[in-house]
């Protein structure tokens, strides 16, 4: 459980510098981040601040959903955020074309080794995970079609507020299902006998 509990945080720390490395690529970021974007450009509460909010209202669909968090879910929703704000502020913002650029691919390999790390913790899906998950389970819809769903609403009301979609959003919408598919299987601890991962392919958005 120890070992568990470690590999959760190290995943968690590392997902929100990962975010943090492709905000600053500043050449397009995944929905759920140009909805945070967007938000902020209003509220001005900053991004970290409102991942964490974000994170709350998500884990108020799963009410309905029936959706049970863990200790995951719980520290996925507090530590994210937080460890964006640490990237952000080590990263400063308005560098050349080809730095953002080397951010921006640098943020995405490392988002889907954290996602290998905390997924492969199995301490509890994160809020929008579960959110997907929950809506899968509940509708019968395939996978693909509840995220595709969830992310084309986040992305659409996230860039009509003012969210960064570029160039880096396509790429995160094609790279980030596949790089996560190999890291996922590679970064997983062994389960008790009792409990069976849920599939990969159901979990390659770690947030």
């Not at 995220?147 to 609403?153: L, S």
């Not at 996230?158 to 995160?172: A, D, E, P, R, S």
Request: aromatic share 8%.
């Amino acid at each position: 459980m120890t070992r568990r509990l470690l590999q959760l945080l190290i995943g968690l720390f590392l997902y929100g510098i990962a975010i943090a490395l492709m905000v600053r690529g500043a050449i397009g970021v995944a929905p759920w981040d140009v909805l945070t974007q967007g938000i902020d450009s209003h509220t001005h509460l900053g991004f970290g601040l409102l991942t964490v909010i974000l994170s709350g209202v998500v884990l108020l669909f799963w009410i309905p959903l029936r959706q049970k968090p863990g200790v995951g879910t719980v520290l996925n929703a507090l530590l994210v955020g937080p460890s964006v704000d640490v990237g952000l502020w080590l990263v400063p913002a308005g560098l050349d074309l080809w730095l953002r650029a080397l951010l921006f691919a640098a943020g995405v390999l490392l988002l889907a080794v954290a996602t290998g790390l905390y997924i492969g913790a199995h301490l509890g899906p994160g809020p929008r995970d579960g959110l997907m998950t929950g809506l899968h389970r509940r509708t019968g819809w395939p996978i693909w079609i509840v995220r595709t769903g969830i992310e084309g609403t986040v992305l659409a009301l996230g860039w009509v507020l003012g969210g960064n979609v570029g160039i880096g959003t396509v790429l995160f919408a094609a790279l980030v299902g596949p790089l996560c598919q190999w890291t996922i299987p590679r970064l997983a601890l062994p389960l008790p006998a009792s409990r069976t991962p849920a599939p990969a392919s159901a979990l390659a958005d770690a947030r």
